[in-house]
């Protein structure tokens, strides 16, 4: 069965930072597209951060450039979402998703045919 975990999420105050993890199993990471998704109450879904792991490819939203990285650990599976200069408008729920066919903005822009989720971590960023 394949599965994402997610976790990290937490309270951070303006300025500050968070660690996300998502954790895979039932199949390995090596040949999908590997990312975070982001949704606010009342928003749409928004695509943060994807990373094509045969490649090394990253993609980030402008919105997020220069503050979040994407990395992953082989050995444990895991792909992490550092987020550092937190902004209250960084607030959402947090979700991974994985997929072996989409990358880069393709995988951003067909987020509904991804073929796994995981259940979300909620980030709050306030003072």
């Known amino acids: 069965q394949l599965q994402l975990v997610e976790s990290g999420g937490g309270l951070a105050q303006p300025g500050g930072s968070l660690r996300l993890s998502c954790a895979a199993s039932?199949?390995?990471?090596?040949?999908?597209?590997i990312g975070w998704f982001r949704q606010a109450p009342g928003k749409e879904r928004e695509g943060v951060s994807c990373?094509?792991?045969?490649?090394?490819?990253?993609y980030y939203a402008d919105s997020v450039k220069g503050r979040f990285t994407i990395s992953r650990d082989n050995a444990k599976n895991t792909v992490y979402l550092q987020m550092n200069s937190l902004k209250p408008e960084d607030t959402a729920v947090y979700y991974c998703?994985?997929?072996?066919?989409?990358?880069?903005?393709?995988?951003?822009?067909?987020?509904?045919?991804?073929?796994?989720w995981g259940q979300g971590t909620l980030v709050t960023v306030s003072s």
């Open positions: 039932g199949f390995t990471l090596d040949y999908y597209t």
């Open positions: 990373l094509r792991v045969s490649e090394g490819s990253t």
């Open positions: 998703a994985a997929d072996p066919h989409y990358s880069g903005t393709y995988y951003f822009t067909n987020y509904r045919y991804l073929e796994v």
